[in-house]
């Protein structure tokens, strides 16, 4: 599988290097910087010179390149990749070039114990914490645990969580967190829609706790009505196209009857995502006029409406605009929130902090262009938005329950809190 | 005076003993913070590159240590230099003995982890106790580091591996209680039995099936890669079978990790060749379309992945995502490589119902910056209509209004594609062609040239001023690319038989100059052909050169039955990447089978074919690299002037091929021409293959 294994800083440096195998020299590494890091036009992440086969990432101003010399499953070896970014942030709350090098050892102790002969092992942080220790990690951990314990748990059927959590008071928090994404077309037209969406749970909860979660899922509550025989129709409930577990819900339930069940790790975690593409709820309707007059002046009138309730707000609301390359000067206008242009995006950037729901608000503003000896075609990158709203779900997905099973039966206090931010929100003009 | 002296030589020596000898002094010192210091410091060099071997006896020093973190380092040290000192790396054998019997079971699967990877004859000896009784380790993390340690032991000496009877320990490992532990053993049998020759060393039979659909459910996301892996390579019995387990693979399609999720369609995929029941069959597709369109929503590089084994899903099952084609739109700020991938699957799933849309859609991507994804979006459009009868005529409209936005690249990419809707459509679209020929001055690529005097050629008769288009052609004919040249001939000659009374002059004066100043024999001879065939039988003439053309349809995007079936049985893999057999991109082919040096040939003349300059700086690069690699390798090609040889000789084997008509060797393979760019890379690849066989 991985032969070898490297990071390297933006100017081509090796910052860590790896080798799992005996194939390949470290000097591989120098080709890498010469065929992609120094090459302008880089079209593939996936680069094959002889038989030797490049896979590389991109993070912050890291590139994280992962060596084969097989048929490797190519999958395989990018979410690996991606894995140890996230180990990375775990451990030091930023991977980027300086956390790397004021880390390196325990980086290389992190290599050994993920990989080995090129394999992937455990990789969930939680585990690895156990027993790959800095002093940072080592001080929240005030107990040691016995190493023998460690690896029985760590190579177990529940290797996320260990047996002897206490807490004085039960908790668990769960986040739904939903991505809006949106692709308007020129004429106003929906050209797709869809929400992709993450349930984030923080669990505090003593011993080994059985989990039950409900949502309003479209499928799980036709099979419950008909099963009952009733005929009651429920009009709030999701249709969910595709959902993804976290490791430690029983995969085989949910397909056989759609109850999601798990064992939750200590502490934060991402239960599950889905996507729903079926009657999404829009927070934000878009309706851009802008008309180039001539070669010399572009106008524009942005009318951005809020599509939600009115007790609800939207926070830290961005709207970009994209204007011709040949920009000269920038008069704009707006009764809210703050708009100015900013010439190295090439975009007039208007920031509004709060967005009542059902209020409207309008950009009005003209553009005046230098004349270019080469007349080419602006090609009108679309406007895209940002936003936060509270307590709202473009998907309309509910948790209607969080049943907690546990031996010593104890009480547990849970809390629910909704988020829609923005995707990709691209309009068109 | 005695200063002097002093501090003479020490200016001298700074650069020879430099910082090794500091860290030495380092190394060796009392302090143990010192030391450990020290060892990080020679880690680090090493990381950077710099040579820090000659410290070996001085770091294996401080390897019996109490603190395991230091421990590591040394350990790291010695994986790397072992192989340059192997007399001394005997020294450390005694602490990793010592080591695999230690209470705290970390440290027993740190010593034997290690020492599988110091490859060193003479450690070997040394590991076979230590790995027998790792093997039987009470410890479940000890075990699991043992089964891949058997996979290192047999990477260096196979029959040691097999003698010893840790491939059959490896064997008994697959019914571990473990999960982690029959998943390791899975993959280091899977890779032992790939390594040898009788292949038999991994085959799963009913109860070791059982265990693996048990281990399954409960290991790690990596270890369900690796039994998913080998369930894929089972050939159940009978369909009933097969149903049995795909029933116990389809949750993994809930799997958070997208690989998991491409490991289980692959088996999925495999095993429907099994199935019979009809009912299963279409339950199958439907539960296979969620899970292939979350997978456009993870990064990039797995998106890539996946979107071209989607597109390997599609050609085999073209009904999968019938109604999805809105999920491969591109979004503005995806990677070009993703929106080319995205592009031909839309190809694929556009029919009559989604053409609007997907139109629409195209003529926005034709407006983009990125010149290379704005030619293919035009050329998707070409692709739509030769595909979808109905839709031809809106995507004629759509090619107009695109060469009306009069940018240069989109003009002649928008011309190559109406020739070939002229080709499946003839006697449709004429109307159109004033509007063609007024751009006939701003287009200067051959292929785009070559279109539009194909079509003035093809429709002569209707072009009133065809006789004046073609003549302008006439002064500069010697300076055209030759693809120009040849079809300006064609259509001259066509041109003369559809007018025979005006044009006269024009033949005559063309075919002069081809036959007699043109370089080209090619050309020459086309144009002699010509000339005799006109003077000797006007009919006949017209017979030939007049006579319809076979139908065309959207070529070049799809694969040949076996190969497809090939690349299905490696989906997810680099092969599923590249659409080619593992085969034609592993350095086996050095030494490998015929059918790999043909296939290598072949891919060289297209390269060549395409950009020959570029093709020989890469040649030149892949020869550098390999060199680089093979220590091992002949002497011979470990000459500098090798790399420039080479390439002389595989412009050679062009000629040759060229002389023997290459294109027979074309007709027996069953690669498909290069339809990406990414491709090219490996293309050149096999180049160095080839070039490593002279």
């Known amino acids: ?429 | 005076m005695n200063d002097f002296r002093v501090t003479k030589p020490k200016f001298f020596a700074t650069t020879k003993k430099g910082e090794n000898y500091e860290l030495r002094a380092d190394l060796n010192s009392e302090y143990r913070d010192r030391r450990k210091d020290a060892i990080k410091k020679v880690i680090a060099n090493m990381t950077v590159g710099k040579d820090v071997s000659g410290l070996f006896p001085d770091v294996l020093k401080n390897m019996q240590t109490e603190d395991l973190e230091q421990k590591k380092l040394v350990y790291l040290y010695l994986m790397n230099y072992a192989k340059t000192q192997p007399e001394l790396v005997i020294l450390a054998v005694n602490t990793f003995v010592k080591d695999t019997d230690d209470i705290n079971p970390l440290i027993r699967a740190l010593a034997i982890r290690t020492m599988g990877c110091i490859r060193v004859e003479k450690i070997i000896d040394y590991l076979c106790e230590p790995l027998r009784k790792c093997l039987k380790d009470d410890n479940p993390y000890v075990r699991k580091t043992a089964a891949i340690c058997v996979a290192k032991l047999y990477d260096l000496n196979p029959e040691l591996a097999t003698e010893n009877g840790f491939v059959a320990v490896l064997q008994e490992m697959v019914s571990d209680s473990n999960p982690m532990v029959v998943a390791n053993a899975v993959t280091a049998l899977a890779e032992i039995n790939e390594a040898s020759i009788t292949k038999d060393i991994f085959v799963i039979n009913t109860s070791t099936l059982t265990k693996l659909l048990v281990a399954l459910n409960e290991c790690t996301e990596w270890g369900r890669i690796a039994i998913l892996t080998a369930l894929a390579d089972y050939r159940p019995s009978d369909s009933k079978e097969a149903e049995h387990i795909v029933e116990r693979v389809i949750p993994q399609f809930q799997h958070v990790n997208g690989s998991v999720v491409l490991s289980a369609i692959k088996v999925v995929m495999i095993y429907m060749r099994t199935i019979k029941t009809d009912e299963m069959l279409s339950q199958l597709v439907r539960k296979m379309a969620p899970p292939l369109v979350t997978l456009l929503a993870s990064a990039p590089e797995v998106q890539y992945v996946a979107l071209r084994n989607i597109n390997l899903i599609l050609q085999k099952r073209s009904d999968i995502l019938q109604n999805e084609i809105r999920v491969f739109f591109c979004k503005y700020n995806d990677p070009p490589y993703v929106k080319l991938e995205k592009l031909e699957i839309m190809i694929k799933l556009a029919n009559d119902r989604n053409v609007d849309q997907l139109l629409s859609e195209l003529k926005e991507y034709a407006s983009e910056v990125d010149v290379d994804f704005v030619r293919k979006s035009v050329r998707a459009i070409g692709q739509c209509a030769v595909k979808i009868d109905e839709a031809a005529e809106r995507c004629i409209n759509v090619l107009l209004d695109l060469i009306n936005t009069k940018v240069n690249y989109v003009v002649q990419e928008a011309i190559i594609v109406i020739k070939d809707i002229f080709r499946k459509y003839p006697n449709n679209y004429e109307g159109i062609i004033p509007t063609l020929c007024q751009n006939l001055e701003v287009l200067d690529e051959p292929e785009a040239k070559a279109s539009l005097i194909w079509i003035i050629g093809e429709y002569a008769e209707r072009i009133e001023n065809a006789d004046e288009l073609l003549a302008t052609f006439l002064d500069t004919f010697r300076d055209e690319n030759s693809q120009v040249q040849l079809q300006l001939v064609t259509a001259t000659v066509k041109l003369f038989l559809k007018k025979p009374q005006t044009t006269q002059n024009i033949v005559w004066r063309l075919l002069q100059i081809a036959t007699s100043e043109c370089d080209n024999p090619d050309i020459r001879d086309r144009a002699y052909v010509y000339w005799r065939l006109l003077s000797t039988d006007p009919q006949a003439a017209k017979a030939v050169v007049l006579s319809g053309r076979p139908v065309i349809s959207v070529q070049g995007n799809t694969l040949s039955g076996p190969l497809l079936e090939e690349l299905i049985n490696n989906i997810s893999t680099l092969a599923s990447v590249y659409h080619k057999p593992p085969e034609t991109f592993l350095g086996r082919g050095r030494f490998g089978a015929d059918a790999v040096q043909r296939r290598a040939i072949e891919e060289q003349e297209e390269a060549s074919r395409e950009s020959p300059i570029q093709a020989q700086v890469k040649t030149n690069i892949e020869n550098l690299l390999d060199l680089d690699f093979n220590d091992n390798s002949t002497p011979t090609s470990n000459t500098p002037p090798s790399s420039s040889k080479s390439t002389d000789a595989t412009a050679n084997v062009d000629d040759l091929l060229d002389l023997f008509g290459g294109s027979n060797i074309n007709n027996d393979l069953s690669t498909p021409p290069q339809s990406s760019s990414s491709n090219n890379h490996q293309n050149n690849g096999l180049t160095n293959d080839l070039v490593s066989l002279f």
Request: glycine share 4%; net charge positive.
């Open chain 1, 1 to 429: 599988m991985i032969s070898a294994f490297f990071i390297y800083n933006q100017k081509g440096e090796v910052l860590i290097s790896r080798l799992y195998r005996q194939d390949l020299k470290r000097s591989v590494a120098d080709i890498f910087r010469i065929q992609v890091i120094s090459n302008t036009d880089v079209r593939s992440p996936i680069i094959t010179l002889g038989s030797t086969s490049f896979f590389h990432v991109r993070h912050d101003n890291l590139y994280i390149v992962a060596v084969t010399k097989c048929n490797a499953n190519a999958a395989l070896v990018f979410e690996f990749c991606y894995r140890l970014v996230n180990i990375g942030k775990a451990y030091f709350g930023k991977f980027d070039e300086e956390a790397v090098k004021n880390n390196f050892v325990l980086i290389y102790e992190l290599l050994d114990e993920v990989l080995d002969f090129g394999y992937p092992q455990n990789s969930e942080t939680e585990t690895l914490k156990m027993y790959i220790t800095t002093e940072s990690v080592k001080s929240q951990r005030a107990v040691k645990e016995d190493s023998s314990k460690i690896t029985i748990q760590a190579t177990g059927a529940t290797s996320w969580r260990r047996s002897d959590i206490k807490y004085r008071k039960n908790e668990a928090f769960i986040d739904v967190i939903e991505s809006v994404n949106l692709l308007m077309s020129t004429k106003g037209t929906t050209l797709r829609a869809d929400v992709s969406g993450q349930i984030m749970m923080r669990a505090y909860l003593s011993g080994t706790p059985e989990c039950k979660f409900g949502l309003n899922d479209k499928l799980l509550l036709e099979k419950d009505t008909s099963h009952r025989g009733l005929s009651q129709k429920r009009t709030n409930a999701v249709e969910i196209d595709d959902c993804q577990f976290h490791q430690c819900v029983k995969l085989g339930k949910f397909d056989s009857d759609r109850t999601i069940s798990f064992v939750p790790p200590d502490g934060e975690f991402e239960l599950m995502r889905y996507r729903t593409t079926e009657n999404v709820n829009l927070p934000f309707r878009v309706h851009p006029v802008v008309n180039e007059i001539g070669k010399s002046r572009v106008e524009y009138r942005v009318t951005v409406k809020a599509n939600f309730s009115p007790k609800l707000i939207a926070n830290n609301v961005v709207i970009r605009i994209p204007t011709p390359l040949n920009t000269a000067n920038i008069n704009i206008h707006v009764d809210a929130g703050k708009a100015r242009y900013v010439p190295a995006e090439n975009s007039i950037v208007w920031k509004l902090s709060r967005f009542q729901g059902q209020s409207e608000e309008t950009l009005s503003g003209e553009a005046e262009l230098s004349s270019m000896t080469v007349k080419k075609a602006w090609s009108r990158p679309p406007i895209s938005m940002d936003f936060q709203v509270l307590m709202f779900t473009s998907s309309g997905l509910m948790v209607r329950f969080l049943k907690v099973f546990e031996k010593s039966n104890y009480t547990s206090v849970k809390w629910v809190r909704y988020m829609t931010k923005a995707g990709s929100y691209q309009i068109r003009f």
